[in-house]
Protein backbone atom coordinates (compact mmCIF):
# COMPACT_ATOMS: atom_id res chain seq x y z
CA UNK A 1 0.00 0.00 0.00
CA UNK A 2 1.24 3.40 -0.66
CA UNK A 3 1.49 5.89 1.10
CA UNK A 4 -1.03 9.05 1.46
CA UNK A 5 -0.35 11.54 -1.18
CA UNK A 6 0.39 14.58 0.57
CA UNK A 7 2.16 16.83 -1.78
CA UNK A 8 1.11 16.90 -5.51
CA UNK A 9 3.16 18.79 -8.21
CA UNK A 10 0.85 21.11 -9.64
CA UNK A 11 3.03 22.86 -12.34
CA UNK A 12 6.62 23.01 -13.91
CA UNK A 13 7.53 26.60 -14.31
CA UNK A 14 10.25 28.08 -16.12
CA UNK A 15 12.27 31.22 -14.73
CA UNK A 16 13.09 34.01 -16.45
CA UNK A 17 16.93 33.29 -15.92
CA UNK A 18 16.44 29.86 -16.98
CA UNK A 19 15.84 27.90 -13.85
CA UNK A 20 13.22 25.45 -13.53
CA UNK A 21 10.62 25.51 -10.72
CA UNK A 22 9.00 22.69 -9.31
CA UNK A 23 5.41 23.44 -8.03
CA UNK A 24 3.84 21.64 -5.38
CA UNK A 25 0.79 21.96 -3.36
CA UNK A 26 1.26 20.62 0.24
CA UNK A 27 -0.69 19.82 3.02
CA UNK A 28 -0.20 20.15 6.59
CA UNK A 29 1.94 16.96 6.85
CA UNK A 30 4.76 19.01 5.03
CA UNK A 31 5.08 21.71 7.77
CA UNK A 32 8.69 21.35 8.53
CA UNK A 33 9.49 21.73 4.54
CA UNK A 34 7.56 25.37 5.15
CA UNK A 35 8.91 26.30 8.37
CA UNK A 36 12.79 26.80 7.59
CA UNK A 37 12.06 28.71 4.18
CA UNK A 38 9.59 31.09 6.23
CA UNK A 39 12.51 31.94 8.99
CA UNK A 40 14.85 32.16 6.40
CA UNK A 41 13.22 34.85 4.43
CA UNK A 42 11.58 36.96 7.01
CA UNK A 43 14.80 37.19 8.94
CA UNK A 44 16.73 38.69 5.24
CA UNK A 45 13.99 41.59 5.33
CA UNK A 46 15.07 45.06 7.94
CA UNK A 47 13.04 44.47 11.16
CA UNK A 48 10.29 46.23 12.14
CA UNK A 49 8.39 46.91 15.46
CA UNK A 50 6.11 44.78 16.34
CA UNK A 51 8.39 42.24 14.35
CA UNK A 52 7.13 39.94 11.93
CA UNK A 53 4.50 37.06 13.29
CA UNK A 54 6.48 34.53 10.87
CA UNK A 55 9.44 34.80 12.56
CA UNK A 56 7.88 33.24 15.84
CA UNK A 57 6.52 30.15 13.19
CA UNK A 58 7.06 27.04 14.64
CA UNK A 59 5.64 23.03 12.85
CA UNK A 60 2.56 23.70 15.09
CA UNK A 61 1.70 27.14 13.50
CA UNK A 62 2.54 26.47 10.00
CA UNK A 63 0.38 22.77 10.43
CA UNK A 64 -2.25 25.13 11.61
CA UNK A 65 -2.63 27.61 8.98
CA UNK A 66 -1.97 24.81 6.32
CA UNK A 67 -5.21 23.06 7.62
CA UNK A 68 -7.32 25.97 7.10
CA UNK A 69 -6.54 25.85 3.22
CA UNK A 70 -3.61 24.91 1.55
CA UNK A 71 0.60 25.42 0.61
CA UNK A 72 2.49 25.95 -2.56
CA UNK A 73 6.08 25.29 -2.25
CA UNK A 74 8.67 26.07 -5.14
CA UNK A 75 11.48 22.92 -5.36
CA UNK A 76 14.74 23.83 -7.22
CA UNK A 77 16.62 20.75 -8.08
CA UNK A 78 14.18 18.82 -5.39
CA UNK A 79 15.58 21.16 -2.67
CA UNK A 80 12.27 23.66 -1.34
CA UNK A 81 13.24 26.97 -2.04
CA UNK A 82 9.83 29.14 -1.77
CA UNK A 83 6.30 28.62 0.24
CA UNK A 84 3.33 30.10 0.02
CA UNK A 85 -0.01 29.55 2.27
CA UNK A 86 -3.14 30.69 1.13
CA UNK A 87 -6.26 30.09 4.40
CA UNK A 88 -9.50 29.63 3.06
CA UNK A 89 -13.05 31.35 4.40
CA UNK A 90 -16.08 30.29 1.71
CA UNK A 91 -15.70 33.05 -1.13
CA UNK A 92 -12.85 34.05 -0.22
CA UNK A 93 -8.82 33.37 0.32
CA UNK A 94 -6.39 34.89 2.52
CA UNK A 95 -2.77 34.63 1.27
CA UNK A 96 -0.94 34.41 5.34
CA UNK A 97 2.40 33.59 4.07
CA UNK A 98 4.81 34.35 0.88
CA UNK A 99 8.06 33.25 1.47
CA UNK A 100 11.41 33.08 -1.25
CA UNK A 101 14.36 31.93 0.47
CA UNK A 102 17.07 35.01 0.34
CA UNK A 103 19.46 33.38 -2.47
CA UNK A 104 16.57 32.52 -4.24
CA UNK A 105 14.64 36.16 -4.66
CA UNK A 106 14.26 38.07 -7.51
CA UNK A 107 14.09 35.29 -9.92
CA UNK A 108 10.47 35.51 -10.44
CA UNK A 109 9.35 32.73 -7.83
CA UNK A 110 7.12 34.51 -5.75
CA UNK A 111 5.45 34.90 -9.31
CA UNK A 112 5.39 31.70 -10.33
CA UNK A 113 3.58 30.92 -6.93
CA UNK A 114 1.17 33.57 -6.77
CA UNK A 115 0.02 32.61 -10.46
CA UNK A 116 0.14 28.68 -9.35
CA UNK A 117 -2.03 29.52 -6.56
CA UNK A 118 -4.76 31.82 -8.03
CA UNK A 119 -4.99 29.00 -10.50
CA UNK A 120 -5.88 26.66 -8.07
CA UNK A 121 -8.07 28.54 -6.42
CA UNK A 122 -9.81 29.49 -9.05
CA UNK A 123 -10.46 25.65 -9.91
CA UNK A 124 -12.12 25.17 -6.64
CA UNK A 125 -14.21 28.51 -7.77
CA UNK A 126 -12.85 30.79 -4.79
CA UNK A 127 -13.40 34.95 -5.86
CA UNK A 128 -12.01 36.86 -3.81
CA UNK A 129 -8.04 37.00 -2.84
CA UNK A 130 -6.66 39.37 0.03
CA UNK A 131 -3.36 39.86 1.25
CA UNK A 132 -1.93 42.02 4.05
CA UNK A 133 1.64 43.43 3.59
CA UNK A 134 3.87 45.69 5.89
CA UNK A 135 3.05 49.46 5.15
CA UNK A 136 7.05 49.58 5.94
CA UNK A 137 7.66 48.11 2.69
CA UNK A 138 5.82 50.07 -0.23
CA UNK A 139 7.71 48.35 -2.82
CA UNK A 140 6.06 45.15 -1.61
CA UNK A 141 2.54 46.94 -2.10
CA UNK A 142 3.43 47.27 -5.40
CA UNK A 143 4.85 44.54 -6.20
CA UNK A 144 0.74 43.07 -5.47
CA UNK A 145 -0.40 46.17 -7.08
CA UNK A 146 1.19 44.88 -10.58
CA UNK A 147 -0.19 41.49 -9.93
CA UNK A 148 -4.09 43.24 -9.94
CA UNK A 149 -4.49 43.57 -6.25
CA UNK A 150 -5.83 46.87 -5.38
CA UNK A 151 -5.59 48.39 -1.63
CA UNK A 152 -9.02 48.03 0.17
CA UNK A 153 -7.94 49.27 3.81
CA UNK A 154 -5.44 48.87 6.53
CA UNK A 155 -4.91 47.02 9.66
CA UNK A 156 -2.06 48.40 11.54
CA UNK A 157 0.48 47.62 10.96
CA UNK A 158 -0.82 45.79 7.59
CA UNK A 159 -1.97 47.53 4.25
CA UNK A 160 -4.78 45.28 3.09
CA UNK A 161 -4.95 44.21 -0.78
CA UNK A 162 -7.73 42.31 -2.76
CA UNK A 163 -8.14 40.86 -6.19
CA UNK A 164 -10.78 38.87 -7.69
CA UNK A 165 -9.59 35.67 -8.83
CA UNK A 166 -10.07 34.78 -12.51
CA UNK A 167 -13.04 33.00 -13.32
CA UNK A 168 -13.19 29.44 -14.94
CA UNK A 169 -14.57 27.76 -17.43
CA UNK A 170 -14.55 24.60 -19.00
CA UNK A 171 -15.04 23.93 -22.68
CA UNK A 172 -14.95 20.19 -23.87
CA UNK A 173 -15.15 20.52 -27.89
CA UNK A 174 -14.17 23.69 -30.07
CA UNK A 175 -18.33 24.26 -30.39
CA UNK A 176 -18.37 24.50 -26.87
CA UNK A 177 -15.54 26.79 -26.82
CA UNK A 178 -17.87 29.44 -29.71
CA UNK A 179 -21.00 28.88 -27.05
CA UNK A 180 -18.91 30.29 -24.38
CA UNK A 181 -17.59 33.37 -26.55
CA UNK A 182 -21.06 33.90 -27.08
CA UNK A 183 -22.35 33.79 -23.55
CA UNK A 184 -18.84 36.18 -23.12
CA UNK A 185 -20.50 38.64 -25.85
CA UNK A 186 -23.69 39.32 -23.79
CA UNK A 187 -21.22 41.54 -21.36
CA UNK A 188 -19.15 42.76 -23.84
CA UNK A 189 -19.62 46.68 -24.66
CA UNK A 190 -17.67 49.24 -27.05
CA UNK A 191 -14.26 49.80 -25.49
CA UNK A 192 -13.20 46.59 -23.81
CA UNK A 193 -10.10 44.93 -24.50
CA UNK A 194 -9.86 41.27 -24.38
CA UNK A 195 -6.11 40.10 -23.86
CA UNK A 196 -6.27 36.35 -25.17
CA UNK A 197 -2.77 33.70 -24.43
CA UNK A 198 -2.67 30.06 -24.28
CA UNK A 199 -0.58 27.68 -27.06
CA UNK A 200 -0.63 27.69 -30.72
CA UNK A 201 -4.40 25.56 -30.81
CA UNK A 202 -5.11 26.27 -27.48
CA UNK A 203 -8.70 27.33 -29.09
CA UNK A 204 -8.13 31.36 -28.61
CA UNK A 205 -9.49 32.01 -32.66
CA UNK A 206 -12.29 29.60 -31.66
CA UNK A 207 -13.28 31.66 -28.68
CA UNK A 208 -13.45 34.47 -31.30
CA UNK A 209 -15.47 32.99 -33.41
CA UNK A 210 -17.99 32.68 -30.75
CA UNK A 211 -17.53 36.17 -29.57
CA UNK A 212 -17.97 37.11 -32.89
CA UNK A 213 -21.42 35.55 -33.45
CA UNK A 214 -22.59 36.74 -30.11
CA UNK A 215 -21.54 40.59 -31.38
CA UNK A 216 -23.62 39.79 -34.59
CA UNK A 217 -20.42 40.65 -36.71
CA UNK A 218 -19.82 40.21 -40.33
CA UNK A 219 -17.70 37.36 -40.52
CA UNK A 220 -15.77 35.38 -40.71
CA UNK A 221 -13.55 35.20 -37.65
CA UNK A 222 -10.34 33.61 -38.71
CA UNK A 223 -6.94 33.47 -37.43
CA UNK A 224 -5.29 36.80 -38.36
CA UNK A 225 -2.23 35.39 -38.50
CA UNK A 226 -1.14 37.03 -41.63
CA UNK A 227 -3.12 39.56 -41.53
CA UNK A 228 -2.16 41.55 -37.85
CA UNK A 229 -5.30 43.05 -37.63
CA UNK A 230 -8.87 42.87 -39.01
CA UNK A 231 -11.96 44.72 -38.48
CA UNK A 232 -15.62 42.99 -38.32
CA UNK A 233 -18.23 45.68 -38.18
CA UNK A 234 -21.64 44.76 -36.66
CA UNK A 235 -24.28 43.72 -38.92
CA UNK A 236 -26.96 45.42 -36.92
CA UNK A 237 -25.05 48.15 -35.07
CA UNK A 238 -23.45 47.60 -31.94
CA UNK A 239 -19.72 47.85 -31.66
CA UNK A 240 -17.35 46.14 -34.32
CA UNK A 241 -14.64 43.36 -33.53
CA UNK A 242 -11.02 44.35 -33.75
CA UNK A 243 -9.24 41.47 -34.21
CA UNK A 244 -5.41 41.01 -33.57
CA UNK A 245 -3.10 38.50 -33.70
CA UNK A 246 0.09 39.76 -31.40
CA UNK A 247 2.33 36.51 -32.02
CA UNK A 248 4.35 38.15 -34.59
CA UNK A 249 5.09 41.03 -32.71
CA UNK A 250 8.10 42.03 -30.82
CA UNK A 251 7.36 44.77 -28.85
CA UNK A 252 4.69 46.90 -27.33
CA UNK A 253 5.86 49.78 -30.22
CA UNK A 254 4.99 47.56 -32.74
CA UNK A 255 1.65 47.18 -31.17
CA UNK A 256 1.07 50.59 -31.08
CA UNK A 257 1.85 50.83 -34.49
CA UNK A 258 -1.43 49.15 -35.68
CA UNK A 259 -2.90 52.04 -33.83
CA UNK A 260 -5.38 50.35 -31.97
CA UNK A 261 -6.22 53.55 -29.76
CA UNK A 262 -8.12 54.80 -32.85
CA UNK A 263 -10.54 52.01 -32.94
CA UNK A 264 -10.41 50.95 -29.57
CA UNK A 265 -13.90 53.24 -28.12
CA UNK A 266 -16.41 51.73 -30.31
CA UNK A 267 -14.87 48.55 -30.50
CA UNK A 268 -14.72 45.29 -28.77
CA UNK A 269 -10.55 45.04 -29.32
CA UNK A 270 -9.19 40.92 -28.84
CA UNK A 271 -5.58 40.65 -28.84
CA UNK A 272 -4.36 36.97 -29.46
CA UNK A 273 -0.96 35.95 -27.52
CA UNK A 274 -0.96 39.57 -26.71
CA UNK A 275 0.32 38.43 -23.01
CA UNK A 276 3.55 40.07 -22.01
CA UNK A 277 3.02 42.92 -24.29
CA UNK A 278 -0.36 44.90 -25.11
CA UNK A 279 -1.02 45.24 -21.57
CA UNK A 280 0.03 48.48 -22.03
CA UNK A 281 -2.83 48.90 -23.75
CA UNK A 282 -5.80 49.46 -21.28
CA UNK A 283 -5.88 49.43 -17.38
CA UNK A 284 -9.18 47.66 -17.90
CA UNK A 285 -8.72 44.48 -19.47
CA UNK A 286 -10.18 41.29 -19.49
CA UNK A 287 -7.33 38.70 -19.78
CA UNK A 288 -7.97 35.20 -21.01
CA UNK A 289 -6.03 32.43 -20.43
CA UNK A 290 -6.41 29.21 -23.02
CA UNK A 291 -4.76 25.58 -21.06
CA UNK A 292 -5.09 22.06 -22.00
CA UNK A 293 -4.77 19.83 -19.36
CA UNK A 294 -2.23 17.25 -18.74
CA UNK A 295 -3.99 14.19 -21.08
CA UNK A 296 -3.05 14.81 -24.56
CA UNK A 297 -6.34 12.91 -25.48
CA UNK A 298 -8.75 14.79 -23.95
CA UNK A 299 -9.69 18.36 -25.83
CA UNK A 300 -11.27 19.82 -22.88
CA UNK A 301 -9.73 23.17 -22.73
CA UNK A 302 -9.94 24.94 -19.22
CA UNK A 303 -10.79 28.95 -19.75
CA UNK A 304 -9.54 31.07 -17.04
CA UNK A 305 -10.95 34.73 -17.31
CA UNK A 306 -9.67 37.70 -15.64
CA UNK A 307 -11.32 41.13 -15.36
CA UNK A 308 -9.12 43.86 -14.58
CA UNK A 309 -10.13 47.13 -13.28
CA UNK A 310 -13.23 49.35 -12.47
CA UNK A 311 -14.96 47.74 -15.91
CA UNK A 312 -14.74 44.34 -14.30
CA UNK A 313 -15.13 45.22 -10.75
CA UNK A 314 -18.35 44.15 -10.59
CA UNK A 315 -18.25 40.42 -10.86
CA UNK A 316 -19.75 40.52 -14.51
CA UNK A 317 -18.07 37.19 -15.28
CA UNK A 318 -19.38 35.42 -12.70
CA UNK A 319 -22.42 33.93 -15.05
CA UNK A 320 -19.74 32.28 -16.80
CA UNK A 321 -18.84 29.81 -14.82
N1 LIG B 1 -12.37 22.15 -26.48
C1 LIG B 1 -11.88 22.81 -27.55
N2 LIG B 1 -11.82 24.17 -27.52
C2 LIG B 1 -11.30 24.85 -28.56
N3 LIG B 1 -10.81 24.29 -29.68
C3 LIG B 1 -10.83 22.95 -29.76
C4 LIG B 1 -11.36 22.15 -28.71
N4 LIG B 1 -11.24 20.87 -29.06
C5 LIG B 1 -10.67 20.85 -30.26
N5 LIG B 1 -10.42 22.10 -30.71
C6 LIG B 1 -9.76 22.43 -31.99
O1 LIG B 1 -8.49 23.02 -31.66
C7 LIG B 1 -8.17 24.02 -32.61
C8 LIG B 1 -7.99 25.37 -31.92
O2 LIG B 1 -7.46 26.28 -32.86
P1 LIG B 1 -7.49 27.84 -32.72
O3 LIG B 1 -8.78 28.29 -32.13
O4 LIG B 1 -7.08 28.42 -34.03
O5 LIG B 1 -6.33 28.04 -31.64
P2 LIG B 1 -5.41 29.33 -31.38
O6 LIG B 1 -6.08 30.53 -31.96
O7 LIG B 1 -5.34 29.38 -29.87
O8 LIG B 1 -4.08 29.02 -31.98
C9 LIG B 1 -9.29 24.07 -33.61
O9 LIG B 1 -8.96 23.24 -34.69
C10 LIG B 1 -10.47 23.47 -32.82
O10 LIG B 1 -11.44 22.87 -33.65
MG1 LIG C 1 -5.37 31.94 -33.34
Redesign the pocket.
Known amino acids: MSAPSTAAVVAEAALPDGGRLRILRVDASRASDVVPIVHAAFAARPPVEPPAAALADTVDTIAEKLDGGFGVVGELDGEPAAALIVELDGDDAVITRVAVHPDHQHRGIANALVGCTMDLLALRGTRWLTVGVRTEFPALGRWWRRHGFVPTGEQPPLEILRRTLPVMAE ?4 D ?2 RALGERLATVLRAGDVIIAT ?10 TQGIGAGLNIAGPVI ?1 PTFVLSRVHPAVAGGPALVHVDAYRLGSFDELEDLDLEASLPDSVTLI ?1 WGGGIAEGLADDRLEID ?1 RRGLDPED ?3 LVFLSGLGARWADGQLEELR
Request: glycine share 14%.
Open positions: AATAAMGDLGAGKTTLSEIETR
